[in-house]
């Protein structure tokens, strides 16, 4: 059983759900709900679930369902059960979860309880979740609300949007806006498949709020894939506006469609960002390099001579 973590939330938004379970009633932020792509063993149907922990129940925590159907489950982390419990995840557990490489896993274990009261914890068939996912700070609702704009000037372009397949909120922007045709919302996608589809993009699209340097980026510049992105401090590290990029405000979609289609328009501007991008990642995010730098700069950190 895995889930990953999605946040429907918008930024700003106060979203909040009431929920009710059988040791409280609770408000939960609207960003903390939990999605199951496949549902839960059982209740299939039933996709949208919170973690509640409450000192009432605790160490236990309670996986409750929102929704019109609303099975609870009872968790607890494995590791207060088996302190060096570990599960081997499938190739297909990684796809589902998003190819997590180098984010903690968050692991529950499921727990019954039999007509007496004793409990048996279920560690052979965990639930993982990635705590990355869709997340507040990606404005999707503008992504969203600039294709019609886009498709206004330039009908034939498509849309493709990795890692939305089955998620409601980019479900509901696409039956509200009528994109079914030219919006294609995919699972999670290996590492080696999301390359190709960069190669094969013309323009990568993130309008984020805010963010640090994230692998998505910089997988595009290695890829060729012309980005445009929010206009944050981290990303002007990276991107010279209108030379191998384009920044944006997040929050407007009349101005993210205009980007999108410049880039669109300018085949030149996008043959020179690509070389340009492709030696920036060289340079700056070579991993072996970037390892090596981090190395060296926690072993000076550590010799006796370095500064208190």
Known sequence: MTSHYTAPGEPGATNHLRVSTSFGTFDVDEAHVL???????????????????????????????VGDSRPSFVAIDPRRVLADYSCPLGEADDELLGRPDGVPLVWLALVSLDTAGAATVNLRAPVVINPRGLRAYLRTDVFFQSIPLVLACRPEVRFICPAMAGEAQA???LADLGLAGQVSLLPAQPRSQMAELFRQA????????????????????????FPVVGDLESLREWIL??????LVDPSDPQALAEAILLALDRPDLRRRAAGHNASLVAARAEHRQVMAHAAQFYRELASPGAAA
């Open 35 to 65: 999605t199951f792509p496949l549902g839960v063993p059982g209740f299939e149907d039933c996709r949208r679930f919170v973690l509640i922990a409450s000192s009432a129940i605790a160490p236990l925590q309670c996986l409750q369902a």
């Open 171 to 173: 479900e509901s922007h």
């Open 241 to 246: 506006p209108g030379w191998n990029g384009l």
């Open 202 to 225: 013309q323009v990568m699209v993130s309008p984020s709020t805010h963010d640090g340097t994230p692998n998505t980026l910089l997988e595009a510049l290695a890829c060729g894939c």
